[in-house]
Protein backbone atom coordinates (compact mmCIF):
# COMPACT_ATOMS: atom_id res chain seq x y z
CA UNK A 1 0.00 0.00 0.00
CA UNK A 2 1.31 3.25 -1.24
CA UNK A 3 1.34 5.94 0.98
CA UNK A 4 2.02 9.40 1.72
CA UNK A 5 2.60 12.10 4.90
CA UNK A 6 3.72 15.19 4.84
CA UNK A 7 5.22 17.07 8.48
CA UNK A 8 6.52 19.91 9.55
CA UNK A 9 5.64 22.96 11.74
CA UNK A 10 2.30 24.40 10.97
CA UNK A 11 3.07 28.52 11.89
CA UNK A 12 6.02 30.09 10.54
CA UNK A 13 7.31 33.62 11.08
CA UNK A 14 7.88 35.51 7.97
CA UNK A 15 11.34 35.50 6.99
CA UNK A 16 11.66 32.05 8.56
CA UNK A 17 12.53 29.04 6.45
CA UNK A 18 10.21 26.09 6.25
CA UNK A 19 11.00 23.13 6.17
CA UNK A 20 8.63 20.05 5.40
CA UNK A 21 9.26 16.31 5.07
CA UNK A 22 7.01 13.85 3.09
CA UNK A 23 7.55 10.14 4.50
CA UNK A 24 6.84 7.59 1.66
CA UNK A 25 6.07 3.98 1.89
CA UNK A 26 4.93 1.41 -0.07
CA UNK A 27 7.78 2.19 -2.63
CA UNK A 28 11.01 3.08 -2.39
CA UNK A 29 12.24 6.36 -3.98
CA UNK A 30 15.06 4.48 -5.29
CA UNK A 31 13.23 2.42 -7.85
CA UNK A 32 13.82 3.75 -11.48
CA UNK A 33 11.44 6.13 -12.54
CA UNK A 34 9.45 6.84 -8.94
CA UNK A 35 9.76 10.34 -8.08
CA UNK A 36 8.00 12.43 -5.58
CA UNK A 37 6.64 16.43 -5.61
CA UNK A 38 5.83 18.93 -3.97
CA UNK A 39 2.71 21.06 -4.78
CA UNK A 40 0.78 23.93 -2.46
CA UNK A 41 -2.71 24.92 -2.53
CA UNK A 42 -3.44 28.39 -0.58
CA UNK A 43 -6.69 28.52 1.24
CA UNK A 44 -9.52 28.63 -1.66
CA UNK A 45 -7.14 28.24 -4.16
CA UNK A 46 -5.85 26.44 -7.10
CA UNK A 47 -3.31 24.15 -7.21
CA UNK A 48 0.79 25.37 -7.64
CA UNK A 49 3.39 22.87 -8.14
CA UNK A 50 6.84 23.63 -6.30
CA UNK A 51 9.59 20.79 -7.01
CA UNK A 52 10.21 17.63 -7.88
CA UNK A 53 13.23 15.06 -7.19
CA UNK A 54 13.33 12.13 -9.28
CA UNK A 55 14.80 8.77 -8.77
CA UNK A 56 18.20 9.37 -10.34
CA UNK A 57 18.62 12.49 -7.69
CA UNK A 58 17.76 15.19 -10.08
CA UNK A 59 15.92 18.03 -9.64
CA UNK A 60 13.48 20.25 -11.05
CA UNK A 61 11.29 23.71 -9.19
CA UNK A 62 8.92 26.02 -10.38
CA UNK A 63 10.47 28.75 -12.54
CA UNK A 64 8.95 31.67 -9.71
CA UNK A 65 9.87 30.01 -6.79
CA UNK A 66 13.43 27.89 -7.85
CA UNK A 67 15.49 31.15 -5.79
CA UNK A 68 13.77 29.76 -2.52
CA UNK A 69 13.27 26.14 -3.65
CA UNK A 70 15.64 23.39 -2.41
CA UNK A 71 14.47 19.52 -2.76
CA UNK A 72 16.12 16.76 -1.75
CA UNK A 73 15.83 13.22 -0.27
CA UNK A 74 17.10 10.34 1.95
CA UNK A 75 16.52 6.83 0.62
CA UNK A 76 17.52 5.28 3.44
CA UNK A 77 14.36 7.10 5.06
CA UNK A 78 12.36 7.06 2.58
CA UNK A 79 11.89 10.60 2.85
CA UNK A 80 11.89 13.44 0.84
CA UNK A 81 12.57 17.26 2.11
CA UNK A 82 11.72 20.70 0.82
CA UNK A 83 12.90 23.58 1.89
CA UNK A 84 11.30 27.41 1.57
CA UNK A 85 13.16 30.18 2.44
CA UNK A 86 12.22 33.68 3.32
CA UNK A 87 8.89 32.77 3.96
CA UNK A 88 5.66 35.15 3.32
CA UNK A 89 2.06 35.83 4.73
CA UNK A 90 0.97 35.05 0.98
CA UNK A 91 2.41 31.08 1.30
CA UNK A 92 0.69 30.60 4.11
CA UNK A 93 -1.20 27.12 2.48
CA UNK A 94 -1.62 23.27 2.30
CA UNK A 95 1.42 21.42 1.36
CA UNK A 96 1.57 18.12 -0.54
CA UNK A 97 3.51 16.05 -1.50
CA UNK A 98 2.76 13.30 -4.09
CA UNK A 99 4.24 10.14 -6.12
CA UNK A 100 4.97 10.24 -9.86
CA UNK A 101 5.42 6.06 -11.04
CA UNK A 102 7.09 7.14 -14.57
CA UNK A 103 8.22 9.51 -16.95
CA UNK A 104 4.77 11.11 -17.63
CA UNK A 105 4.06 13.21 -14.88
CA UNK A 106 1.43 11.98 -13.94
CA UNK A 107 0.65 12.31 -9.67
CA UNK A 108 -0.96 8.73 -8.68
CA UNK A 109 -0.59 9.07 -5.00
CA UNK A 110 -0.94 12.09 -2.46
CA UNK A 111 -0.37 12.70 0.73
CA UNK A 112 -3.05 14.42 3.38
CA UNK A 113 -1.46 17.68 3.29
CA UNK A 114 0.15 19.84 5.85
CA UNK A 115 -1.26 23.32 6.24
CA UNK A 116 1.21 26.28 6.82
CA UNK A 117 0.41 29.38 8.04
CA UNK A 118 2.87 32.25 7.85
CA UNK A 119 2.36 34.78 10.78
CA UNK A 120 3.93 36.83 12.92
CA UNK B 1 6.36 29.63 -18.71
CA UNK B 2 3.37 27.29 -20.15
CA UNK B 3 -0.17 27.47 -18.67
CA UNK B 4 -2.91 26.20 -18.46
CA UNK B 5 -6.71 27.15 -18.89
CA UNK B 6 -9.79 26.13 -17.68
CA UNK B 7 -13.07 27.41 -17.34
CA UNK B 8 -13.85 28.47 -13.60
CA UNK B 9 -17.01 26.43 -13.27
CA UNK B 10 -19.61 24.59 -15.27
CA UNK B 11 -22.75 23.09 -13.87
CA UNK B 12 -24.79 20.15 -14.50
CA UNK B 13 -28.23 17.99 -14.47
CA UNK B 14 -27.76 14.90 -12.62
CA UNK B 15 -27.55 11.73 -15.19
CA UNK B 16 -26.21 13.95 -17.55
CA UNK B 17 -22.66 14.77 -19.63
CA UNK B 18 -19.98 16.83 -18.02
CA UNK B 19 -17.32 18.74 -20.12
CA UNK B 20 -14.58 20.23 -18.60
CA UNK B 21 -12.08 21.45 -20.65
CA UNK B 22 -8.22 22.17 -20.25
CA UNK B 23 -6.50 24.96 -23.27
CA UNK B 24 -2.85 25.09 -23.50
CA UNK B 25 -0.14 25.65 -26.37
CA UNK B 26 0.34 22.42 -28.18
CA UNK B 27 -1.29 20.29 -25.13
CA UNK B 28 -2.20 17.57 -27.54
CA UNK B 29 2.01 16.89 -28.06
CA UNK B 30 2.14 16.11 -23.90
CA UNK B 31 -0.11 14.04 -21.75
CA UNK B 32 -2.81 15.33 -19.73
CA UNK B 33 -3.95 14.20 -16.47
CA UNK B 34 -7.08 15.09 -14.56
CA UNK B 35 -6.96 15.47 -10.79
CA UNK B 36 -10.60 15.62 -9.08
CA UNK B 37 -10.66 17.30 -5.58
CA UNK B 38 -13.86 17.24 -3.15
CA UNK B 39 -13.72 19.89 0.06
CA UNK B 40 -11.24 19.08 2.65
CA UNK B 41 -9.44 16.57 0.62
CA UNK B 42 -6.41 15.81 -1.40
CA UNK B 43 -6.64 15.55 -4.73
CA UNK B 44 -7.66 12.17 -6.42
CA UNK B 45 -6.17 11.42 -10.04
CA UNK B 46 -8.84 10.45 -12.34
CA UNK B 47 -7.61 10.26 -15.77
CA UNK B 48 -3.72 10.21 -16.73
CA UNK B 49 -2.09 9.72 -20.16
CA UNK B 50 -5.42 11.85 -21.80
CA UNK B 51 -7.38 8.64 -21.96
CA UNK B 52 -6.47 6.58 -18.93
CA UNK B 53 -8.43 5.48 -15.87
CA UNK B 54 -6.52 4.51 -12.59
CA UNK B 55 -8.08 2.04 -11.15
CA UNK B 56 -11.22 2.45 -8.81
CA UNK B 57 -12.12 5.49 -11.28
CA UNK B 58 -15.64 4.73 -12.45
CA UNK B 59 -16.06 4.07 -16.23
CA UNK B 60 -18.21 7.23 -16.61
CA UNK B 61 -14.80 9.61 -16.48
CA UNK B 62 -13.07 9.61 -19.49
CA UNK B 63 -10.35 12.00 -21.28
CA UNK B 64 -9.29 12.75 -24.90
CA UNK B 65 -6.36 15.59 -25.74
CA UNK B 66 -6.00 16.86 -29.25
CA UNK B 67 -4.57 20.07 -30.28
CA UNK B 68 -4.59 22.78 -28.05
CA UNK B 69 -7.47 21.31 -25.78
CA UNK B 70 -8.00 18.19 -23.36
CA UNK B 71 -11.39 17.53 -21.93
CA UNK B 72 -12.72 15.33 -19.17
CA UNK B 73 -15.94 14.05 -19.75
CA UNK B 74 -18.03 12.66 -17.15
CA UNK B 75 -20.86 10.81 -18.56
CA UNK B 76 -23.90 9.77 -16.51
CA UNK B 77 -23.15 13.07 -13.71
CA UNK B 78 -23.72 11.75 -10.57
CA UNK B 79 -24.62 14.15 -7.10
CA UNK B 80 -20.97 12.97 -5.89
CA UNK B 81 -18.95 14.16 -8.77
CA UNK B 82 -19.67 17.72 -7.34
CA UNK B 83 -15.80 18.73 -6.87
CA UNK B 84 -13.34 20.85 -8.12
CA UNK B 85 -11.53 19.49 -11.28
CA UNK B 86 -7.85 20.25 -12.09
CA UNK B 87 -5.93 19.44 -15.28
CA UNK B 88 -2.13 18.68 -15.46
CA UNK B 89 0.57 18.87 -17.93
CA UNK B 90 4.22 18.29 -17.99
CA UNK B 91 6.51 20.26 -19.76
CA UNK B 92 10.18 19.96 -20.10
CA UNK B 93 10.06 18.60 -16.58
CA UNK B 94 7.97 21.47 -15.31
CA UNK B 95 4.22 20.39 -14.15
CA UNK B 96 1.85 22.93 -14.73
CA UNK B 97 -2.08 22.74 -13.21
CA UNK B 98 -4.33 24.51 -14.58
CA UNK B 99 -6.86 26.58 -12.34
CA UNK B 100 -9.51 24.44 -11.48
CA UNK B 101 -13.09 23.97 -12.64
CA UNK B 102 -15.78 23.79 -9.78
CA UNK B 103 -18.19 21.16 -11.46
CA UNK B 104 -21.63 21.49 -9.96
CA UNK B 105 -24.72 19.28 -10.19
CA UNK B 106 -27.75 20.71 -10.09
Known amino acids: QVTLKESGPVLVKPTETLTLTCTVS??????????VSWIRQPPGKALEWLAH???????SYSTSLKSRLTISKDTSKSQVVLTMTNMDPVDTATYYC????????????WGQGTLVTVSS | SYELTQPPSVSVSPGQTASITCSGD??????ACWYQQKPGQSPVLVIY???KRPSGIPERFSGSNSGNTATLTISGTQAMDEANYYC?????????FGGGTKLTVL
Open chain 2, 49 to 51: QDT
Open chain 2, 88 to 96: QAWDSSVWV
Open chain 1, 98 to 109: ARTPGTTGDLDY
Open chain 1, 53 to 59: IFSNDEK
Open chain 1, 26 to 35: GFSLSNARMG
Open chain 2, 26 to 31: KLGDKY
